[in-house]
């Protein structure tokens, strides 16, 4: 009994799976329905469509036995949600605000050196583990997976959540916005046999480097850097372990990914402070 229930959402049957995805899905849809084209229920809206829409695609995943299918079909699970924040960025006219800026618009050049050093945990696991040996074919979709992944969680949780609740004061947004970030990674207690410690240990971890990312986008003006930090991250642990999926950390491990990311946290909140509580850059879209 408790290994069943240990497993409860990975061992869900595929149609559940489905119908629990769609219903999030249309209860996002119809958040939207209330919301402006900003605030927190717009933020609510967009995190619990994403969220919904992984989760249905993840029991799609799930319902066939195809090995190619099981490689391509992963696609449609940020390509569908990138589509979307692209349609968004694009209709609202948001990419400047987002962080979508031209070089000349950056600031803070100095914040690259806490941004590198988030890179040190997945550096010193691939120090640690040496290369996985991988086909080439499945290291490039690997690889062309989490390019598009971390594009979508930038643009939707450094881009388009954290302009959506520009009014809030500076911190409440990182906050906010690295929580729903974290949250996101919810999708994946849904995955066959999915180590659902793994994920909790994976989505409290992401909140924590989330409010570093978050501060730095604002700071810098620009998510292209952080966009580039994120893949170099994920593209480490793709390295070691063959593929960025969240696993269960030793003890000692856990105790010290957990210090150095919590450093790493209030690094991000130090580089907010003094700053005014709903400041943010003007910037002119491109008609």
């Known amino acids: 009994m408790i290994g069943a229930a240990a497993h409860l959402l990975p061992d869900l049957d595929w149609l559940i799976k489905l119908a629990i995805g769609l219903i999030v899905a249309a209860a996002g849809v119809l958040l939207f329905r209330q919301a402006t084209k900003g605030g927190l229920l717009f933020a609510l809206a967009l995190f619990t469509v994403e969220t919904g829409t992984l989760v249905a695609i993840r029991a799609v995943i799930a319902a066939s036995a195809s090995s190619r299918w099981q490689y391509l079909m992963p696609f449609a699970l940020v390509l569908v949600p990138a589509l979307y924040v692209i349609f968004i960025l694009s209709r609202l006219g948001r990419w400047r605000r987002a962080g979508f800026t031209p070089p000349s618009d950056w600031r803070a050049p100095h914040l690259a050196i806490p941004l590198l050093a988030t890179l040190a945990l997945p550096a010193l696991g691939l120090w640690g583990r040496g290369v996985t040996s991988m086909l080439a074919l499945v290291f490039a979709l690997q690889i062309l997976f989490m390019l598009v992944d971390v594009f979508m ?99 000692p491990g856990f105790i010290i990914d957990t210090t150095v990311n919590l450093s790493l946290a209030v690094v991000g909140l130090m580089l907010l402070r003094g700053r005014s509580a709903s400041a943010r850059p003007v910037v002119r879209e491109a008609a």
Not at 193 to 198: H, K, L, M, P, R
């Open 153 to 251: 969680e930038e643009a939707t949780y450094r881009g388009i959540i954290l302009e959506a609740i520009h009014h809030f004061p500076t911190s409440s947004r990182v906050l906010i916005a690295s929580l729903l970030f974290g949250l996101s990674h919810i999708d994946n207690l849904f995955l066959p046999g999915a180590d659902e410690i793994g994920v909790l240990y994976q989505i409290f971890e992401a909140t924590l480097i989330g409010i570093l990312f978050a501060a730095a986008r604002l700071r810098m003006n620009a998510i292209w850097p952080i966009i580039m930090i994120h893949a170099a991250y994920n593209f480490m642990l793709i390295l070691a372990f063959g593929h960025a999926s969240p696993v269960t950390p030793t003890l």
